[in-house]
């Protein structure tokens, strides 16, 4: 158990919905990023929000989006979904956001796009 | 830029056999290391790490030294066991906003 908690744990949309995941942060754990884990491969890094402000985003589109809240949990956004965007999707938490700072997931949010 | 590239799976070992899961990276910088191990219906659960180099890191029988002149971080256990079947993935962080880049996985089947 890292504490952190993500819900809701399997969701089905349709092809240019918008869906909303969200993650509650360990206690005390001021630093959420995202991932994308597609079927048999590794998390691919989304974004990272550190007391509330985005500060660190990867090659993902804009219709990929997110919140951090002042209890440090945190929202990921996907508008017009694709089908490509099936996958499980990641929460992670660390205390502050300096490289080498472990990050704890939580279980994951599995996506599918029909 | 940044990647890692391990070991392709899937690998089955019998108990008791050695393991050893090879990890080499590129980084813009220099990285922190890491073994996460994802059990089958768990999530990704930190195994060791190592943030400079020559560091070994270790945990629950699991090492990897953190080998800059070959840009390496190769994981090994001497004794594995069945609960050790899982997922295992190496990761670097570099740089600020402690973005980490993760490996394709490795898939461990240890046999009785």
């Known amino acids: 158990e890292t504490g952190v908690t993500q819900s809701p744990t399997h969701l089905i949309k349709t092809r240019g919905q918008q869906v909303t995941l969200r993650c509650s942060s360990q206690s005390g754990h001021n630093t959420v990023s995202w991932y994308q884990q597609a079927l048999g491969q590794g998390p691919q890094f989304i974004f990272q929000y550190y007391r509330e402000e985005e500060n660190g985003r990867g090659n993902f589109p804009p219709r990929f989006s997110g919140l951090q809240f002042p209890n440090y949990s945190s929202e990921l956004n996907v508008n017009a979904l694709e089908l490509d965007d099936s996958a499980l999707y990641l929460c992670?938490?660390?205390?502050?956001?300096?490289?080498?700072?472990?990050?704890?997931f939580g279980e994951g949010s599995w996506l599918t796009v029909v | 830029g940044n990647s890692v590239t391990q070991m392709e799976g899937p690998v089955t070992l019998s108990e008791e056999a050695f393991l050893t899961i090879n990890c080499t990276y590129t980084a813009t910088g220099y990285p922190s290391l890491f073994w996460y191990v994802q059990y089958p219906g768990e999530g990704l659960q930190l195994l060791l790490k190592?943030?400079?180099?020559?560091d070994k890191g270790s945990n629950k029988g699991f090492e990897a030294t953190y080998r800059k002149e070959t840009t390496s971080f190769h994981l090994e256990k001497g004794s594995v066991q069945v609960s050790d079947s899982a997922v295992y993935f190496c990761a670097l962080s570099v740089g600020t906003g402690n973005q980490f880049y993760f490996g394709t996985g490795t898939s461990l089947t240890v046999i009785p």
């Open positions: 190592a943030t400079k180099a020559d």
């Open positions: 992670a938490s660390s205390l502050g956001d300096n490289s080498g700072n472990t990050i704890y």
